[in-house]
């Protein structure tokens, strides 16, 4: 009886740490007191407000500014990588992109998590990692990088865009286009400028202004808008003096009423009408009313809302679940590692 009351006990323990493991905990970075800090989905501080300056965390890290620099810190508040640098960015497949702090010099390298730079080589700029790539240029020419710090696609690209399942977005010489992780050619065009390709589509700007084109570089949606912004949730975010949405026929979903608006996320848009912002649903209708001065996309169930000068967070009824008292605040992002 005793060894089964144990039993018990060891479970309802192990299921209490389940319950409380950072990979099921949501936090937001935001800003009172001109300090920031760390918030739970409750509106609970987590990590008390401290820090100059924040980021979301990013595979267990989250970049944060004291006043000797940037570092990360892990779920629990502890510095993990001393604030030594000039600027710290996002952890990608397990590397950190910072810059070095020297007065003569702003190059980039990469850390892991441990705070170890991963390969000796310096960079004038670099992204993030995907698909075991990331962009990188050593002087005025963009290439891609392997997990050992050489090039692997040459540094030969006037601009150049993180993987995105598989493809990249680049400008050799008068062409732009998409290639793959080997370096050849998915698709070149001759359009004055191309944006990323998501849900299969891309913003493509001709002559007369910008429409959509497929990845054989069809025309989907004609090119005659004065902006086009890549597809999200089955929609694009294009204007013609005014905002609006099309699905990937061309149709409108509302119109073009907006005088601005954000990408679909959760099944919302952020739209701005008159100087307020509301949320429409994927129908087009008005799901939370226009009341807000700012607004944000759904992440993890939650957008941030600015009312008279605060940030709160909302859910998608439109509810305030975290009041608007904060000085700023950026999205809720998952705390696990990766």
């Not at 300090?35 to 609970?44: L, N, P």
């Not at 990323?196 to 913003?203: R, S, T, V």
């Not at 009408?273 to 944000?296: C, N, S």
Request: with cysteine.
């Amino acid at each position: 009886m005793r060894n089964k009351t144990k039993h018990i006990i060891l479970l309802l323990a192990a299921m209490l740490l389940m319950h409380f493991s950072p990979a099921q905990t949501f936090l937001a970075a935001v800003k009172a007191g001109g300090k920031w800090g760390f918030i739970d989905k409750s509106g609970q501080w987590v990590i008390e407000a401290r820090y100059e300056n924040a980021e979301s965390f990013s595979e267990g890290l989250a970049g944060v500014k004291t006043v000797s620099g940037w570092g990360y810190i892990d779920h629990t508040g502890k510095m993990v990588i001393n604030p030594i640098y000039k600027r710290a960015e996002d952890f990608s497949e397990g590397l950190g992109r910072v810059i070095i702090r020297l007065t003569d010099n702003n190059k980039w390298i990469y850390l892991d998590k441990e705070g170890k730079q991963a390969f000796p080589q310096q960079f004038e700029n670099c992204q993030n990692f995907s698909g075991g790539l990331a962009g990188a240029r050593t002087g005025k020419l963009w290439g891609y990088i392997d997990k050992t710090g050489n090039f692997v696609i040459p540094d030969r690209y006037e601009h150049a865009e993180p993987f995105f399942n598989g493809i990249a977005r680049v400008k050799l010489g008068n062409t732009y286009g998409f290639i793959d992780t080997k370096g050849n050619w998915i698709l070149e065009t001759r359009f004055e400028n191309i944006r990323d390709m998501k849900e299969g589509i891309a913003p493509a700007k001709g002559k007369l202004g910008w429409g959509y084109i497929d990845i054989k570089g069809n025309t989907i949606v004609p090119i005659d808008n004065d902006h086009a912004q890549p597809f999200s949730e089955g929609f694009g975010r294009v204007c013609k003096k005014r905002w609006g949405f099309i699905d990937k026929t061309g149709k409108p979903l509302t119109g073009f009423l907006f005088d601005n608006a954000r990408d679909f996320s959760g099944g919302y848009a952020a739209v701005e009408m008159k100087g307020e912002w509301g949320y429409i649903d994927t129908g087009g209708i008005v799901r939370i009313p226009y009341q807000y001065e700012l607004a944000t996309g759904f992440s993890q169930g939650l957008a941030a809302v600015r009312l008279r000068g605060s940030w709160g967070y909302l859910n998608p009824d439109g509810v305030l679940v975290i009041a608007p008292i904060f000085e700023d605040a950026l999205l809720f992002s998952e705390i696990s590692e990766q």
